[in-house]
């Protein structure tokens, strides 16, 4: 499997490998205001789908954060390298024509033979994925229906789908709103969820793809304090709780037993979250993933219905 030797830097064996900056597909999946998901670089992966954008992502870490991808064949490599010749003596350090020469020579060596080069890819919103990136060779030639050493899986495809997997974050809906009281049953739901299935799709395009899905199933409900101060209902739930029916049977929500009056700015804060197990599409691998689960809170306060008794 021969690899490329080093006489050009590595910024440009990069580039001369997968095109210029500004040419490379969308590579990037992530929430505003959240841990970037994924952030490709030097790649040629595209992600795609409607959870790859305007959610709330969980912070899913790739197992490896640097890999190599199919490139071009070995007559569309030599070429690209041939048509990048001024940019090469820029970039190069002392150039000479015989340099150049050598250096195309490693590409015009596999001319005729079957295979295609590889070059390295990782993940920019990892920490550790410059220094990863840094340790692989620049170009490796692999043979027809093999992948090189920490060449990329169809697996990882499918978990760097799921890194940049994102899930909406709902509005946590109470009845009654504003205050609830000691022993009124306060019901629970939550909105502004839209499509309840979110997926993504990473793809090299003619190579492969991998598609996960999470859809949600539920949402669960802490009160914010202890059982002895309130009473959680779920089991009426569903997939996003149970809005408010006058005369209707309580069964999404809480009922405080105790008074807020006692906790920090007299309020319980009240947590919702949505659970949603993540699936990939086709069972292209066999792997399971965590469910992304996405908490709201909302802050309730409770108070005491008085009541004066005369004789």
Same mark, same amino acid.
């Given at each position: 499997m021969p690899r490329m030797n080093r006489?050009?830097?590595? =910024?440009?064996a990069t580039l001369t490998m997968f095109g210029f900056p500004g040419d490379q597909p969308n590579g990037r999946g992530f929430k505003d205001g959240n841990t970037v998901g994924v952030d490709l670089f030097n790649?040629?992966?595209?992600?795609?789908g409607n959870g790859a954008k305007g959610g709330e992502a969980d912070g899913y870490v790739l197992k490896r954060p640097c890999w190599y991808e199919p490139g071009l064949d070995a007559s569309e490599m030599l070429k690209t390298q041939e048509g990048l010749r001024d940019y090469w003596f820029r970039f190069t350090k002392n150039p000479t024509e015989e340099k150049f020469q050598q250096f195309l020579k490693q590409f015009k060596d596999q001319v005729g033979k &079957?295979? *295609?080069?590889?070059?390295?890819?990782?993940?920019a919103a990892d920490p550790k994925g410059e220094a990863c990136f840094a340790g692989l060779d620049p170009f490796v030639f692999v043979p027809p229906g093999t992948t090189p050493p920490a060449g990329?899986?169809?697996?990882?495809?499918?978990e760097i789908a799921r890194a940049a997997l994102t899930v909406p974050e709902p509005t946590v809906k109470l009845n009654p709103d504003a205050k609830s009281y000691v022993n009124l049953p306060t019901w629970v739901w939550v909105e502004g969820i839209g499509e309840p299935r979110r997926s =993504?799709?990473?793809t090299i395009p003619g190579v492969m793809s991998a598609t996960v899905v999470a859809t949600l199933q539920k949402i669960e409900i802490d009160p914010g304090t202890t059982a002895d101060r309130a009473e959680v209902r779920e089991d009426g739930c569903g997939t996003s709780g149970k809005p408010y029916v006058e005369g209707g049977e309580f069964t999404c929500g809480? *009922?405080?037993l105790r008074s807020s009056i006692d906790q920090p700015s007299e309020k319980y804060i009240l947590t919702v979250t949505t659970v949603w197990p993540v699936e990939v599409a086709g069972d292209v691998v066999p792997v399971q993933f965590a469910p992304v689960q996405?908490?709201?809170? *909302? &802050?309730?306060?409770?108070?005491?219905?008085q009541s004066n008794v005369k004789p």
């Amino acid at each position: 499997m021969p690899r490329m030797n080093r006489l050009i830097p590595m =910024v440009v064996a990069t580039l001369t490998m997968f095109g210029f900056p500004g040419d490379q597909p969308n590579g990037r999946g992530f929430k505003d205001g959240n841990t970037v998901g994924v952030d490709l670089f030097n790649s040629k992966i595209i992600i795609s789908g409607n959870g790859a954008k305007g959610g709330e992502a969980d912070g899913y870490v790739l197992k490896r954060p640097c890999w190599y991808e199919p490139g071009l064949d070995a007559s569309e490599m030599l070429k690209t390298q041939e048509g990048l010749r001024d940019y090469w003596f820029r970039f190069t350090k002392n150039p000479t024509e015989e340099k150049f020469q050598q250096f195309l020579k490693q590409f015009k060596d596999q001319v005729g033979k &079957d295979g *295609r080069w590889w070059g390295p890819a990782y993940n920019a919103a990892d920490p550790k994925g410059e220094a990863c990136f840094a340790g692989l060779d620049p170009f490796v030639f692999v043979p027809p229906g093999t992948t090189p050493p920490a060449g990329i899986t169809i697996q990882e495809l499918a978990e760097i789908a799921r890194a940049a997997l994102t899930v909406p974050e709902p509005t946590v809906k109470l009845n009654p709103d504003a205050k609830s009281y000691v022993n009124l049953p306060t019901w629970v739901w939550v909105e502004g969820i839209g499509e309840p299935r979110r997926s =993504v799709t990473a793809t090299i395009p003619g190579v492969m793809s991998a598609t996960v899905v999470a859809t949600l199933q539920k949402i669960e409900i802490d009160p914010g304090t202890t059982a002895d101060r309130a009473e959680v209902r779920e089991d009426g739930c569903g997939t996003s709780g149970k809005p408010y029916v006058e005369g209707g049977e309580f069964t999404c929500g809480v *009922r405080y037993l105790r008074s807020s009056i006692d906790q920090p700015s007299e309020k319980y804060i009240l947590t919702v979250t949505t659970v949603w197990p993540v699936e990939v599409a086709g069972d292209v691998v066999p792997v399971q993933f965590a469910p992304v689960q996405v908490d709201t809170t *909302r &802050d309730v306060p409770v108070g005491e219905i008085q009541s004066n008794v005369k004789p």
